[in-house]
């Protein structure tokens, strides 16, 4: 009995024993739990922390771009207004030139004029019994004298209008107000400044064909920019293409080596249908195909 109790507690240290190293190894399997899921939570914080600095460089990065990107836009839009009002400043200075000069020239006209006018008027006025007669005609003379000025500073003032408005300063709007404003043309004044494409109608090409070619020529110039899909080109931008495809494609003899140029157009020089169709264009407007005897036209109004 002795011996059986030895055994049985020898078991039973064999059995505490084992639930110690049981124990044991479960602490060492939860602490090796806890550090790895401790590293676990470590580089997960530090990978957020890494996204999160991308993102900030990245978000620096986009912003010093728009800004740079916008002090592009407002220097350019800076430099385009110094150079408009550099323009308009020589513009300006030109028209003063030219208004003083042609004043100097009137002044010294009618400064040369006013001696003999007035000795003429003390000889009459001395022994000729009809000076009140001829003082009267004198003065009439000089008042007509004085409309005629006034009527050449009307025209010239009618001409610098229209030299601004063919470069562009003062735009369609204008053109429309002054053709409203001023009266109607004389049959031996030109109505505008054109150029021309045509295209020949007859022999082995139809009209259909005419005005199909016509049509692509005439999309062909107003297609919108390169860098703009939205705006329509610029009026230089038009006027470069137009020539561009009348020194390539036009069929008159006589403007296509010019670019299409006909210059000053006068009533009568086009076709009825061309000539209604041009006289119903703004400056820098490009028309639809129109049919004559000769072929399909297509016009672009320079001034």
């Known amino acids: 009995r002795e011996r059986d109790r030895e055994r ?10 084992e639930r110690d190293r049981e124990r044991d190894r479960r602490d060492k399997d939860r602490d090796r739990d806890r550090d790895r899921d401790r590293d676990r939570d470590r580089d997960r914080g530090r990978e957020h922390d890494r996204e999160k600095d991308r ?10 771009r728009s800004r740079d990107r916008s002090r592009d836009q407002s220097r350019e839009r800076s430099l385009e207004r110094e150079r408009r009002d550099r323009d308009r400043g020589r513009e300006r200075s030109e028209g003063r030139d030219r208004s003083k000069s042609d004043r100097d020239r009137r002044d010294d006209r009618s400064s040369a004029d006013r001696p003999l006018a007035e000795r003429s008027r003390h000889d009459n006025d001395a022994g000729d019994p009809h000076s009140d007669e001829l003082n009267r005609l004198y003065d009439e003379l000089h008042a007509a004298l004085r409309q005629l000025e006034a009527l050449k500073d009307e025209v010239r003032v009618l001409e610098e209008e229209e030299e601004q408005a063919a470069h562009g300063v003062n735009g369609g709007a204008s053109i429309a107000g002054a053709s409203k404003s001023t009266p109607a043309l004389a049959p031996s004044t030109p109505f505008g400044c054109f150029s021309m494409i045509l ?15 016509a049509k692509k020529i005439r999309d062909r110039i107003l297609a919108p920019s390169d860098f703009n899909v939205k705006m329509p080109p610029k009026p230089k931008e038009v006027r470069k293409r137009f020539a561009e495809c009348a020194k390539l494609q036009s069929d008159c003899e006589t403007s296509a080596s010019k ?3 006909l210059g000053q157009v006068m009533p009568g020089r086009l076709p009825e249908q061309v000539e209604e169709a041009a006289r119903a264009l703004q400056v820098g407007a490009v028309s639809d195909e129109v049919e004559s005897e000769q072929g399909v036209h297509v016009l672009l109004r320079t001034a």
């Open 199 to 213: 295209v020949a109608a007859g022999g082995a090409r139809r009209v259909e064909d005419a005005r199909a070619r």
């Open 259 to 261: 670019g299409g140029d």
């Open 8 to 17: 049985e507690r020898e078991r039973d240290r064999e059995r505490e024993r």
């Open 55 to 64: 993102d900030r460089r990245d978000r620096g990065r986009s912003r010093d």
